[in-house]
């Protein structure tokens, strides 16, 4: 049986729901050292995008650990996730439905992050800021590489 389906577009968007702009930089990184996603999207060939999703990503990173970061659910936080969780989405998709992944990633990104939004509150109500936000980027980071990693690499017969 094929795992091709939609299932890297809903694991992408779950990471999308906490972190909005980890699914972009770990579709970027990839695409960088000239490797290729499932769904054909041009404009993550331009490498100005490429470098700029990177560095957005990374930012996030940083950004998140401060005391003025609004919760993920304000109305730009939630913008960014649609934006990036489609982007990905799409892109894990299989050819020729990258708009059903496009779906597929955003429904899944915008519900999960009132979710992981409790649970983040939760952890910064038994931990702090940082150190929750630390463990929740260790998380969402290594589960976006994953996901890229395991759509992008040869599938005999998977």
Do not use: C
């Not at 003025?68 to 913008?79: I, K, N, Q, Y």
């Amino acid at each position: 049986m094929k795992v091709r389906g939609l299932l890297f577009s809903a694991l992408i968007g779950a990471v999308a729901s906490a972190r909005s702009m980890t699914p972009m930089a770990t579709i970027a990184a990839p695409r960088l050292l000239d490797q290729h996603t499932p769904g054909r999207l041009v404009l993550l060939n331009l490498p100005l995008v490429r470098v700029g999703a990177l560095a957005m990503g990374i930012g996030e990173l940083f950004g998140d650990k401060m005391k003025t970061a609004p919760d993920r659910t304000v109305l730009l936080g939630m913008l960014a996730r649609v934006m990036s969780a489609g982007i990905a989405g799409a892109a894990l998709a299989p050819r020729g439905r990258e708009s059903a992944g496009a779906i597929t990633a955003v429904a899944t990104a915008v519900p999960l992050a009132y979710l992981t939004l409790v649970g983040r509150k939760r952890a910064i109500a038994r931990m702090g800021q940082t150190r929750s936000g630390l463990i929740e980027d260790a998380l969402m980071v290594a589960a976006g590489v994953t996901i890229v990693a395991l759509a992008i690499r040869p599938r005999n017969g998977l």
